[in-house]
């Protein structure tokens, strides 16, 4: 076995849209994946220590001068390699990177790095969705589909329909003025209603900045590394629209695993596979905020590690 559980998961997820982007060509629409957002996908999924890349070759196609300025393109072949465990993949892509500037040196700099971000892009492509390979297909099965635009219509209209003419405006303000003289002291003041009460009830959603401080200043809940960021359980509480679970259902998380955690999809699964109890950890450390409870009395197999799970 080369890649761990988590590295598996990460390259064959889907290329979320967002990170697509097109430009027009004369042949049509090319989408394609920034280089940038390539190479930080192969640190997030392979680790900052465990790829490289080397540039086999660069070769100046042509080069002149136009209009006073000076033109290049350049053809480059990278390599790529990626050690998982004890076994080392490599892969090799070609690029090609033009380049236009007054200077003749900046214009053969700038032709080369884009000729090799190209190049490395192609590379890692071969390794899974994650680094474009999904755009080779036009069917985009391996990208994830955009948020549906019903929401922003709905708020545009209703922004549109609150936004009423200058003499209905002077109309609907007289109406309400008046309404308010006119109306019994006892509900002029609005109150807030607390719909945990109600026979069809909602639970409450505690906000509370204090901890979500507290919890941050904690190790990570899987592999103890600081520092932390406040992670909300997703599955804590019913899901509600542009609303987060209560901030007594959070736990702290690395960078790496609190992204790893929003790739997965599966919550639920992901917590399982590393045998911790989340809603137990956010208990405890609620429980520690308040009462006073020792980080120590946590129980040492919530923050135990399978094997599987281990960084490489």
Known sequence: MTFTSDQRLALSAKLKWKHVKTRRTPAGELAYVEGWHAIAEANRIFGFDGWDRKTLAA?????????????????????????????????????????????????????????????????LATFGNPFGLALYDKERTGVTKPRSRFRKAL????????????????????????????RPASITKQRNVDKSRLPYCEPKRIRCKAHLKFVAQKPCVVCRRQPSQTHHIQFAQPRALGRKVGDEFTVPLCVTHHRQLHNAGNEREWWRRRSIDPLQVAELLWRERLDGLKAADLPTSIHRMTDADEQP
Not at 94 to 122: C, F, N, Q, V
């Open 59 to 123: 070769e100046c196609v042509w080069s002149e001068r136009r209009r006073g300025r000076s033109a290049c393109f350049y053809r480059t072949k990278v390599r790529v390699s990626v050690r998982a465990g004890s076994t080392t993949i490599v892969r090799e892509g070609t690029g090609t990177g033009y380049s236009e500037a007054a200077s003749p040196s900046i214009t053969h700099d700038m032709a080369i790095k884009a000729a090799e971000t190209d190049a490395t892009k192609r590379a």
């Open 155 to 182: 708020l545009d209209s209703t922004h549109k329909r609150a936004v009423p003419t200058a003499r209905a405006a002077s109309v609907d303000e007289e109406t309400s003025v008046r309404n308010l003289e006119t």
